[in-house]
Structure formats: C-alpha cells, structure tokens
C-alpha cells in the first residue's frame, strides 16, 4: 500500500491560507503540528485537527447564512 499523498489545492495560491489554518485548528485543539512531516501524530490527533477544520468550515458558511 502507497503511502501517497493525493491532496491537491484547486487554487494554489489558497496553500499559504489553509496551512495557516490547519495551524490555528490544532492550535485549538491542543496537537503540536508542524511545518512540513507530521509523521509523529497519532490518528486521533490528526482526526482533530481535520475535524476542528470542519467544524470551523461549517460555522463559516451557517454565518454567512444568515
């Protein structure tokens, strides 16, 4: 099995926004991310961090609802 990563940007210049927000969600949730490799996570840890970004996406767009 490949431990490949396929996650792609569709706007690249949206990279330097969403590794700054990845950073502020684990910042959030109390995980010590990382510029670059994170190899060092636990799942749980990661799940987290992409579960606060979630999270916070979704309180976005409902805000922007109203």
């Known amino acids: 099995m490949s431990s490949k990563n396929n996650n792609q940007i569709n706007i690249p210049q949206a990279r330097e926004a969403m590794d700054k927000f990845k950073m502020q969600a684990a910042q959030e949730v109390g995980v010590n ?3 670059g490799y994170n190899g060092h996570l636990t799942s749980r ?3 987290s961090v992409g579960g606060q970004m979630v999270k916070k996406m979704i309180e976005a767009y409902e805000q922007g609802l109203q």
């Open 33 to 35: 991310l990382q510029n």
């Open 45 to 47: 840890e990661a799940g």
